[in-house]
């Protein structure tokens, strides 16, 4: 099913998610983004709370790495990393390592604010 256009306006230009980017989760022009938006809406501040947590205890991990730590899925633990560093918590530290499927990810650190001795 296809979402009216009201619906994917409304959605993406006049308060729905993608407007609020990344302080709600983000979508897509298809009814399946739309809908796995709406359901993880909800908890995406949870999920990035409890993310920034990990990197509070423990710097310098790539978002598998705390998706194992919270015994969540890196489906939804992959895009709050991303949301965290849009909102300027956390940073590309240079370094990758390989994640579960071999490929080489990015290792992600908390970013300090850089005006606290200026």
């Known amino acids: 099913m296809r ?15 993608a ?3 990344p302080l709600q989760p983000g979508a897509r022009e298809k009814d399946t983004s739309f ?3 709406e359901a993880i ?5 949870t999920l990035r709370e409890l993310c920034m ?10 978002a598998d790495e705390v998706a194992d730590v919270l015994g969540h899925s ?5 895009p709050r990393i991303t949301e965290l560093s849009r909102l300027d918590y956390i940073e590309d530290s240079g370094d990758r390592r390989p994640n579960h499927s071999g490929k080489n990810a990015i290792v ?5 604010k850089r005006d606290l001795f200026a």
């Not at 890196?74 to 992959?78: A, F």
């Open 41 to 45: 809406a909800p908890k995406a501040q």
């Open 108 to 112: 992600w650190r908390k970013k300090w």
């Open 53 to 62: 947590t990990v990197f509070n205890a423990e710097d310098g991990l790539t």
């Open 74 to 78: 890196i489906l939804s633990v992959r």
């Open 19 to 21: 407007m609020n980017y």
């Open 35 to 37: 809908a796995a938006a």
């Open 3 to 17: 979402w009216p256009f009201y619906v994917r306006y409304f959605f993406c230009n006049l308060g729905g998610a």
